[in-house]
């Protein structure tokens, strides 16, 4: 049976590449982002232009909704003491208050849908104290506090889970991979040696929204490489 999915965001990176296996199984995708999708396929979508951060309502929401994935997010590593307010305040408004909005703009159509599921994108740094991600840690620690609080809240009507991944290799984390080194430090960083693809967080995402999925809620799924749970010899 054919499923309805919002994407905010699906121009690049993993939920570019969740809409691309959306639309491969047939479902009907809504992608809502500030810059049109170029990727093969895209316009098989029903794209519309929407910036998470700019307070405005998203546009032409379907009557109901299977699955509400939210994809904007921030990379902005810098030490504390040069954190400004303006970058705690972007961090927030993107990773958290868009987020938000979302979420209450499309909570009628979600508990409309015989079966409805909301995925998140936290990070591995909430958990895991790394330097320099003081912001972005601060506004993910958020998102995950709202992940379990949601679920409560709307269970058991819709489920709600994030995820944390490490560095992906997605556009936004190409100044980080940006020359054979740097990747090879970062595969370094993890037990698994590795870098995900955005491919891969794109099919966990996939599987939590799928309806067989439906014992599933309030969880955060670290997609890491390892890099949380993991100590090498």
């Known amino acids: ?57 998203i546009p032409e929401l379907p009557e109901d909704i299977n699955g509400l994935v939210y994809g904007p997010g921030t990379i902005n590593l810098k030490p504390f003491r040069g954190l400004k307010p303006v970058d705690w305040e972007n961090d927030w408004k993107v990773n958290v208050m868009g987020a938000v909005q979302a979420l209450q703009q499309c909570e009628k159509a979600l508990k409309s849908a015989a079966q409805a599921s909301v995925v998140l994108y936290s990070t591995v740094a909430v958990q895991t104290g790394m330097p320099f991600h003081a912001s972005v840690a601060a506004a993910k620690g958020a998102l995950e506090g709202l992940t379990r609080s949601l679920a409560a809240e709307w269970a058991p009507k819709v489920r ?57 809620s309030g969880q955060v799924w670290f997609a890491d490489n390892g890099m949380h749970s993991l100590k090498p010899l």
């Open 1 to 57: 049976m054919a499923e309805k999915h919002l994407i905010i965001g699906g121009s690049t990176g993993i939920t570019a590449a969740l809409a691309q296996q959306l639309l491969e199984e047939g479902h009907a995708v809504y992608l809502r982002s500030r810059n049109r999708p170029e990727w093969e396929g895209a316009e098989k979508a029903q794209w519309m232009s929407w910036d998470a951060a700019s307070g405005e309502e």
């Open 160 to 216: 709600v889970n994030a995820i944390a991944p490490s560095l992906t290799d997605t556009p936004m984390a190409s100044r980080l991979l940006s020359s054979e080194d740097k990747v090879e430090a970062s595969k370094q960083r993890h037990p698994l040696k590795r870098i995900a693809s955005a491919t891969e967080i794109a099919a966990l995402t996939r599987f939590l929204l799928q309806p067989g999925q439906a014992s599933i």
